[in-house]
């Protein structure tokens, strides 16, 4: 099994320009999720997936949309980036939210630069 | 609104010493929390999780913490550190669902030979 697995690893774009981050689970998982790490302030969820074809907005979800066509990827795009969303991008999945089966998978990250 | 705080951003240890990295955090309802570790370049592992069963937890590498209510702390030690340890470790608090799990600003563990 891959496990989580992002697309692409790293990117730069230039402010005004929009992309797409793919995210892609192998294990069944109900729940996915976006966050972003910045320096000195941990990880901070952007958008989350209950379900196929559901999405809903976490902590920081501002200049980010989302969605879940298929159960197995979770696509966060940026429709007009800005230099605040340089950042590193993680996504995570889990089986449940509820326990003991809410740990959370997750991927190795993409590293976006937006000049 | 539940938080979390990890009182060092550095902690640096010498090999075959213990190591302690602390956290408290603030919650009004019975807290979930986890401590999970970032090697360089790389996504998030679970150490370990405490879910209001026993109070001491026992992780992945020999890593283990115990939850505190009084202190409302969840401090993460290990007797002996080795090489391999050297790492970012994020405390997370989590009260009603995933969605909800609140990061620590984490800490950055070295370790010298």
């Known amino acids: 099994n891959a496990g989580v697995t992002q697309t692409p690893k790293f990117r730069v774009l230039k402010t005004g320009q929009s992309m797409t981050l793919l995210c892609a689970q192998d294990?069944?998982?109900?729940?996915m999720y976006w966050y972003r790490q910045d320096p000195g302030m941990g990880l901070r969820l952007i958008h989350y997936?209950?379900?196929?074809?559901?999405?809903a907005k976490g902590e920081v979800p501002d200049g980010y949309n989302v969605s879940r066509l298929k159960k197995q990827n979770f696509l966060l795009g940026l429709e007009s980036a800005a230099p605040s969303q340089t950042s590193v991008y993680f996504c995570?999945?889990?089986?449940?939210?509820?326990?003991?089966?809410?740990?959370?998978?997750f991927g190795p990250g993409t590293r976006l630069t937006v000049l | 609104a539940q938080s979390v705080t990890q009182l060092d951003s550095h902690v640096s240890v010498s090999e075959g010493t213990p190591v302690l990295l602390r956290c408290n955090y603030s919650?009004?309802?019975?807290?979930?929390l986890f401590w999970y570790v970032q090697h360089p370049n790389k996504g998030l592992q679970l150490l370990l999780k405490?879910?209001?069963?026993?109070?001491l937890v026992k992780g992945i590498n020999g890593f283990e913490a115990e939850f505190k209510k009084s202190e409302t702390s969840f401090h993460l030690t290990k007797p002996s550190a080795h090489m391999s340890d050297a790492a970012e470790y994020f405390c997370?608090?989590?009260?009603?669902?995933?969605?909800?799990?609140?990061f620590g600003a984490g800490t950055r563990l070295t370790v010298k030979p």
């Open positions: 997936s209950v379900g196929e074809g559901t999405t």
């Open positions: 294990m069944n998982h109900e729940y």
């Open positions: 919650s009004s309802y019975s807290p979930s």
């Open positions: 995570a999945s889990s089986y449940s939210q509820g326990l003991p089966y809410n740990e959370q998978f």
């Open positions: 405490y879910t209001s069963a026993a109070t």
């Open positions: 997370v608090v989590s009260v009603l669902s995933d969605n909800d799990m609140r």
